[in-house]
């Protein structure tokens, strides 16, 4: 039996990249004492499939934690790194009480909205179907056991130029967003850096987003089927569609691809939250835009 480390790091690089930076990353982060796992998925096979390296990584972290069956763990993925490690948690709750902390840097939660673009029917082109996938449930759920911080970078006041800030955000997971820092800086920054170590020096899990009437409103949207957080910048264009009596509005704006994109406003015409929907779940967004009329207020999910 190997000698038993303080803690093991596992940091996982994620799509159209190496283990390098992110392997630095963790080295910045670890004592001597600690044990690394930063496995190299191949950049072209970040291309394709995500079950094959889902896959190979759970295959490393059963053999680790086996070699190391009461140590300490601590987990961060960068961008598909993290969601590879959310698709490895939900499957192994048993792992659950050994883990420490769990940081998702840049990872989009709610979907890709690129993605979604490129496979806007969710048929599965290459990765851009499971980039495209709302994992904020499983997320959820995890974060409710396990001290989990979430890093984003904002560099236009929505995105880190490769995913929304919104996609990155759920229920319980104690939330960073970093101005002027794009999505492949964050994988290995200073700024970064000492946050996570902030976060070690004191990880608790984080109560859930009080449930007003936007946060109600924006997760009965969220809910949709089909939805995906976007960004805001076309909210300019948007045009009222239901005014609530607090002056909140649900506004829309249909792309000349006939896309339609949803933003929740408050009276002094601040966006709140934006999404879209592809054609394939148009009908069921204006259902729940019904319902949500008639009701007058968002009803519970």
């Known amino acids: 039996m190997p000698k038993t480390p303080d803690f093991i790091l596992f940091a996982q690089h994620g799509w159209a990249d ?60 960068h961008s598909m790194g993290g969601l590879i490690w959310l698709e490895i948690l939900n499957q192994h709750p048993e792992w659950w009480s050994q883990i420490e902390s769990f940081v998702l840097v840049a990872s989009p939660i709610g979907g890709s909205d690129l993605a979604r673009l490129i496979d806007p029917f969710s048929v599965g082109i290459g990765m851009a179907g499971a980039l495209g996938i709302n994992r904020r449930q499983i997320a959820q759920s995890i974060a409710k056991k396990i001290p989990t911080l979430v890093i984003a970078g904002d560099i236009d ?7 929304t800030v919104e996609s990155t955000k759920f229920s319980h997971g104690k939330f960073v967003s970093i101005p002027n820092l794009a999505h492949a800086q964050l994988k290995n920054h200073p700024t970064v850096i000492g946050i996570i170590r902030e976060f070690w020096a004191n990880p608790t899990i984080t109560n859930p987003y009080p449930l007003d ?11 949709v089927p089909g939805m995906t957080d976007a960004h805001p910048r076309d909210f300019a264009r948007s045009q009222p569609h239901i005014t609530f009596a607090n002056g909140f509005t649900i506004r ?5 691809l006939h896309v339609d994109h949803i933003f ?14 592809g054609w394939r779940h148009r009908a069921a967004l204006h259902q729940v835009l019904a319902e949500i009329r008639e009701a007058e207020v968002p009803p519970k999910t």
């Open 18 to 77: 190496t283990h390098h930076a992110i392997a630095a990353l963790a080295k910045t982060l670890a004592t001597p004492q600690s044990h690394l796992v930063t496995p190299n998925l191949g950049w072209l096979k970040t291309w394709w499939r995500i079950e094959p390296l889902i896959l190979q990584v759970e295959g490393i972290a059963t053999e680790t934690i086996r070699q190391y069956p009461n140590t300490p763990i601590r987990i961060i993925g």
């Open 157 to 163: 006041g929505g995105s880190d130029r490769t995913i």
């Open 213 to 223: 009437f936007t946060a109600q409103l924006i997760e009965r949207l969220q809910s």
């Open 252 to 256: 829309i704006w249909t792309s000349p």
């Open 264 to 277: 929740v406003a408050n009276p002094e015409r601040e966006c709140f939250y934006s999404g879209f929907v």
